[in-house]
């Protein structure tokens, strides 16, 4: 199985920082690899898509980079609205399933 | 757009099946292209995989879970279902419905529905 890791489990920032989530595989994924937003209450929501493809509709201020088993989610200027919790999830070992991180979530300094 | 609804009940009973239902609008199952899946989050925690069905009927579940799952599909009424068997409070938790593609990228989801297994 391919485990997911992220780091760190938690932030705090300001708005305007810039924010970085490293999302770790146990094994090469290649870019096989999704972030997530997710916000209380709510389903989670596609931002980045193969590693560092921008869904539709999502602000420029995220991007995602990396390949193999290392990676990084960063949001450019942290607006009061980024403030949830990202999750990275492998789809390399589709169709034979994938995996989510453990999450990262950012809250307010 | 394509929009998913989860529905069942909100309560089961400690060894008894859970069976949730995902109702599909705004797009046709049987179009093929998707995967529609069956995702899990306990409460405060992270996201589990716990399978998808694509519209021919073709499953996969997390292994894990593999023994007490069934993924189903029904063309005719747009929808797909979930059965958990001997269910424990271990699998409370919001399950949602989604769906994804061939690349395993999850592009909608349900809202999600809280499952409580409780005597």
């Known amino acids: 199985d391919i485990q997911m890791t992220q780091s760190p489990s938690s932030l705090s920032a300001s708005v305007g920082d810039r924010v970085t989530i490293t999302c770790r595989a146990s094994?090469?994924?290649?870019?096989?690899l999704n972030w997530y937003q997710q916000k209380p209450g709510k389903a989670p929501k596609l931002l980045i898509y193969?590693?560092?493809s921008l869904q539709s509709g999502v602000p420029s201020r995220f991007s995602g980079s990396g390949s193999g088993t290392d990676f990084t989610l960063t949001i450019s200027s942290l607006q009061p609205e980024d403030f949830a919790t990202y999750y990275c999830?492998?789809?390399?070992?589709?169709?034979?399933?994938?995996?989510f991180g453990p999450g990262t979530k950012v809250d307010i300094k | 757009q394509v929009q998913l609804q989860e529905s069942g009940p909100g309560l089961v009973k400690p060894s008894q099946t859970l069976s949730l239902t995902c109702t599909v609008s705004?797009?046709?199952?049987?179009?093929?292209?998707?995967?529609w899946s069956w995702i899990r989050q306990h409460p405060g925690k992270g996201l589990e995989w716990i399978g998808y069905?694509?519209?021919?009927?073709?499953?996969y579940y997390n292994p894990s879970l593999k023994s007490r799952v069934t993924i189903s599909v029904d063309t005719s009424k747009n929808q797909f279902s979930l059965k958990l068997s001997s269910v424990t409070a271990a699998d409370t938790a919001v399950y949602y419905c989604?769906?994804?593609?061939?690349?395993?990228?999850?592009?909608?989801w349900g809202q999600g529905t809280l499952v409580t297994v409780s005597s």
């Open positions: 989604a769906r994804g593609t061939f690349f395993g990228v999850v592009i909608s």
């Open positions: 705004g797009g046709s199952i049987s179009s093929g292209g998707y995967y």
């Open positions: 069905i694509y519209y021919s009927g073709s499953t």
């Open positions: 094994q090469s994924i290649s870019s096989y």
């Open positions: 193969a590693a560092s």
């Open positions: 999830q492998q789809s390399y070992s589709t169709p034979q399933g994938f995996t």
